[in-house]
């Protein structure tokens, strides 16, 4: 599953929560800064991820009328243009692999920035990372599914997409988070 802006706040936290908790890792300047250096990295990747699809989307554009006369399927003409230019934008794919490769890139930064100290080997830290990523984006489903059956539970009826609904989603989910150990 892709990792969306909303969610970044919300696995940096349980990724700087983790290592804290795992025991083999001393945080130098606690919590947020920890957080921070995930978050930046995170956001670093879906950045250029977008520049790639908005890439690929001028050259769908470009071309829509040879797609549409050969009647090309253009999610499935997306989706090649997107695996043949990922390189170029530093993109990986296959999630199992991204997310490997981040938990490798927020360890370099957490450790270039003396964020933590460790003394246990490089790969325990980053499979610990690693973990966050995944578990979090494995219960992101169960948690918003949750989080929208209370909303659903109100005597109030709050509309979807509403300031109302977002403010309340927000608060909800960050409850079901703590509830959970992962904020």
């Given amino acids: ?3 969306s802006l909303k969610t970044v706040p919300h ?3 349980k990724i700087a929560i983790d290592l804290n ?6 945080m ?5 800064p920890v957080a921070h250096e995930a978050e930046k990295v995170l956001l670093e990747n879906i950045k250029q991820e977008m520049a790639l699809e908005e890439k690929v989307h001028e050259i769908v554009d470009d071309n829509e009328d040879q797609i549409e006369f050969y009647l090309a399927d253009e999610r499935q003409l997306f989706f090649m243009i997107k695996k043949k230019l990922a390189p170029e934008f530093g993109i990986i794919l296959n ?3 991204r997310y490997s490769d981040l938990s490798h890139k927020i360890l370099d930064e957490l450790y270039e920035e003396d964020l933590i100290h460790f003394d246990v080997t490089e790969n325990r830290i980053k499979n610990i990372i690693y973990n966050s990523i995944t578990s979090f984006i494995a219960n992101n489903d169960e948690i918003e599914n949750a989080v929208r059956e209370k909303i659903g539970s109100y005597k109030r009826t709050i509309i979807p997409g509403t300031d109302d609904y977002e403010i309340l989603y927000e608060k909800l989910f960050h409850e079901e988070l703590q509830r959970r150990g992962m904020a």
């Fill in 21 to 26: 908790k795992s025991g083999v890792v001393t």
């Fill in 11 to 13: 696995i940096s936290s």
């Fill in 1 to 3: 599953m892709k990792v």
């Fill in 28 to 32: 130098t300047k606690g919590l947020d």
């Fill in 95 to 97: 999630y199992e692999e």
